[in-house]
Structure formats: C-alpha cells, structure tokens
C-alpha cells in the first residue's frame, strides 16, 4: 500500500491488493461552472485533441486542492481567460490532464504501481475529446465502461465484496491506445 497522506494519497484494500490514489478538487464541477452540457458536447468537438493547448490553468472553482497538490489555500489559475470559449475549454482539459498526470507522476515516485491503463466512467467517460487528451498526456491505453454512471466503479467494488476472483467480471466497451510521442 502508499499511504502519503501530507501528499494527499490514500490506499484501499480490495481482497490481496491495493487501490492507491488522490482526489483533485479540478474536474467535471469546473466545467459545469463555465459551461452548460449541450455546451461542452458542441465545444468539445471543435477541439483538436492531438494538440497541445498553450494555455497553463489551475482550474478550481474555489481555493484549495487535495491532490497531486496538498494545499487548501491552493489559489484558481484561470488566466489568461480566453474570450474564445472553444479554447477557454481547449485550455481547461488540457489542464486538467497534464493535473491528472502528475498526480499518477507522484503515486509513482512514492512507490506505487506504474499506470498500465485507466479505466474512465462518469460523464467525461462520454466525451471523446476528453479522452484523447488524457490519452495524450498518460501514454497508456484508455477504457471506456459500458456505463457512463459515475457510480459505476463504485458499484462494481461493492458487488466484488471486496474479493476479486474470476467470477466478478467489469465489462469494458471502447479502447483508445495511445500513439508514440514525437
């Protein structure tokens, strides 16, 4: 197990293993205070996601965060706010996913497991956009469940009782894996 909890980090026991992580306070809440659902579909498709945004943001709706960075008076980096709402978004998920990937840079440097893959419910799981950037920034092959429910992983743990074995299955449906950088 990793615990580091001054880095925000925690471990779960699930059977004979351990589900490491950290939680950001960037993400989905964010999105939903810039922009309206039907919004972030449109917008989303009028992003190239195999090109890096120039824009540097620390997306928060308030102070602080929990992870990768430990700091509850974490101040929002969201300038330069870009009037282009297509790369104001452009420059939010690319954020969010070079945050994501550092979080998985620190659960690595502290010990754990190196990411092979992730699995990706919730509504982001929906968006295509989305998930070829954190493709991009995580070099590791992306899953999609069949349910976009963000309670879908949750429910799956739940339904394991805590064992693992082959008689629990979680179904998967599409896969994205990355290409080489460079």
């Known amino acids: ?10 471990s779960h026991r699930l059977g004979n293993l351990w589900l490491t992580g ?3 306070n960037t993400g989905g809440a964010v999105l939903k205070h810039f922009f309206t659902t039907e919004e972030l579909v449109a917008l989303s498709k009028q992003i190239n996601p195999h090109l890096a945004s120039p824009l540097d943001y620390y997306p928060l709706i308030q102070p602080g965060d929990r992870f990768p960075v430990n700091d509850p008076n974490l101040a ?7 009037e282009d709402r297509v790369e104001f ?3 939010l998920l690319e954020s969010m996913a070079r ?7 620190l659960l690595n440097s ?4 190196p990411l092979q893959q992730v699995y990706t419910a919730g509504g982001g799981a929906k968006n295509l956009t989305w998930t070829h ?3 991009r920034h995580l070099q590791v092959p992306m899953k999609s469940s069949l349910s976009t429910q963000a309670a879908y992983g949750t429910a ?13 299955k979680i179904q998967k449906s599409d896969s994205l894996t990355p290409k080489k950088m460079g």
């Not at 197990?1 to 925690?10: D, I, N």
């Not at 929002?76 to 870009?82: A, E, V």
């Not at 502290?110 to 497991?113: D, E, K």
């Open 110 to 113: 502290l010990g754990a497991t």
């Open 99 to 105: 945050i994501e990937a550092r979080g998985y840079e």
């Open 133 to 135: 950037i954190r493709q």
């Open 156 to 168: 799956c743990l739940a339904g394991s009782g805590g064992i693992i074995n082959s008689k629990f």
């Open 89 to 91: 978004l452009h420059g």
């Open 22 to 24: 950290g939680a950001s």
């Open 1 to 10: 197990s990793t615990q580091a909890a001054k880095y925000g980090v925690y």
């Open 76 to 82: 929002p980096r969201l300038t330069p706010h870009c």
